[in-house]
Nanobody
């Protein structure tokens, strides 16, 4: 199986930046899609961004386009989420997940990390 561990969360002021990391281990996932989801208090889990491990094609939800950038380092088996121009609405627990096929549906992702908290203060 695949194990995913997120890191990089924290407290930041509006307009600030954070870089989240997701380190993967276990089985190879060269054909997998690596995605970031987030869940704010009282809200449903929301797709944020994803990247094809092979090829590097990226996908973003409209609310983060132009502010967030997803990338990966094949040698380190790590995916990153660079978050700039952060807003209070970005406050949530962020999760890294892996899917065998391109999708934004949480139920289609087979593996999940434990999450990392991001708090953006006003």
């Amino acid at each position: 199986q695949v194990q995913l561990v997120e890191s990089g969360g924290g407290l930041v002021q509006t307009g600030g930046s954070l870089r989240l990391s997701c380190a993967a281990s276990g089985r190879t996932f060269s054909t997998y899609v690596l995605g970031w989801f987030r869940q704010a208090p009282g809200k449903e889990r929301e797709f944020v961004a994803a990247i094809n491990w092979s090829g590097g094609s990226t996908y973003y939800t409209d609310s983060v386009k132009g502010r967030f950038t997803i990338s990966r380092d094949n040698a380190k088996n790590t995916v990153y989420l660079q978050m700039n121009s952060l807003k209070p609405e970005d406050t949530a627990v962020y999760y890294c997940a892996a899917s065998p096929e391109p999708t934004i549906k949480p139920a289609s992702y087979d593996y999940w990390g434990q999450g990392t908290q991001v708090i953006v203060s006003s």
